[in-house]
């Protein structure tokens, strides 16, 4: 059996850690999903004047500060990327490459990758269309597949999956250097519509079309209704209360993923509101199963 964390946070950006600080306080086992760099918006932010005491910081400083602050209270990051979260009733699943954590509480601090999907995305998702490379790579083995990656993560992927498939192209969308597989064709265009009929067909891109059998999309964050089947989500943000719950029990969502406006203040202030009440959700719990109270008695 897997070892049960109370808290799993998913999300290293400001919201998740701040969740993380403030769960670990409360002496809460948990469990923190997120990058080394913590978050890119962060991390590339040029200058941030509406951080209160830190005026004129640029994001890469504050990010410093951050890692520092978890170092001093021995909050480990790990590296590794949630691709679902299944709720089991009284405790969630998270699958990562196919192994599991298990975990009481969970926090979604995923925030948004800006930008509208693309015409046919939602349409073939499951039927071609696909936002973990790794995870079905095998359904691939010997077909085209298409990967747009927007991040480093997706290069990792890409080389992946280029063991298995036929042929991979890959349709940069970052800045940064990248170094793919020699057998991985680089597509340098602007994807527009994914087409097909019962499955994906191809990618058609501003100035020319990708034949594929699936078409791998790596953004930083995928929406939080795939990432948590049966999550609630309103014009792509996670519906919360004003105490940060979802409307699945013991589940709740901070930062830039519950809505506008989506700055670091904002995102860290409700990422403090959800781990004081996944602590709260938690003790009642407790009381519970100590046959005194129940879940959602005392709130
Ligand atoms: C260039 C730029 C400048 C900005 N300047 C300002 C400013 O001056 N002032 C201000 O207040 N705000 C500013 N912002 C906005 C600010 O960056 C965001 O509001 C803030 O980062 C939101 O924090 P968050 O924790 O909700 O999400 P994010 O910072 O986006 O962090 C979420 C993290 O979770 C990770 N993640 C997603 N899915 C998963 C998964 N399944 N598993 C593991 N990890 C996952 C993401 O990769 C990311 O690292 C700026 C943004 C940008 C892009």
Known sequence: MSERYDIAI??????????????????????????????????????????????GIRGKELAEKFKAHLDEMDIEITYERPDNIYAMGDYYAIMINGKLYEATALILATGIQFGKPFRGEAEFLGRGVGYCATCDAP????????????????????????????????????????????????????????????????LVLKNSEIQSDGIFILRDSVPPDQLVPGLLVEDAHIKVNRDMETNLEGCYAAGDVTGKPYQYLKAMGEGQVAALNAVAYLERRKLNSDGVSNPTEGK
Do not use: C
Request: hydrophobic letters at 35%; aromatic letters at 10%; glycine letters at 8%.
């Open 10 to 55: 998913v999300g290293s950006g400001p919201a998740g850690i701040t969740a993380a600080i403030n769960a670990k306080i409360r002496n809460k086992k948990i469990i923190l999903f997120g990058y080394e760099n913590l978050s890119n918006k962060l991390y590339l932010a040029p200058r941030i004047d509406n951080y209160v005491g830190f005026h």
């Open 139 to 202: 359904l691939y083995k010997g077909k085209t597949v298409t990967i747009i990656g927007y991040n480093k993560e997706s290069i990792e992927e890409a080389n992946y999956v280029s063991e298995l498939a036929e042929k991979v192209y890959f349709v940069p969308m970052m800045k940064e250097e990248y170094s793919l597989n020699h057998n991985i064709e680089v597509i340098q265009d602007k994807p527009v519509e994914i087409v097909g009929s019962t499955k994906v067909e191809k």
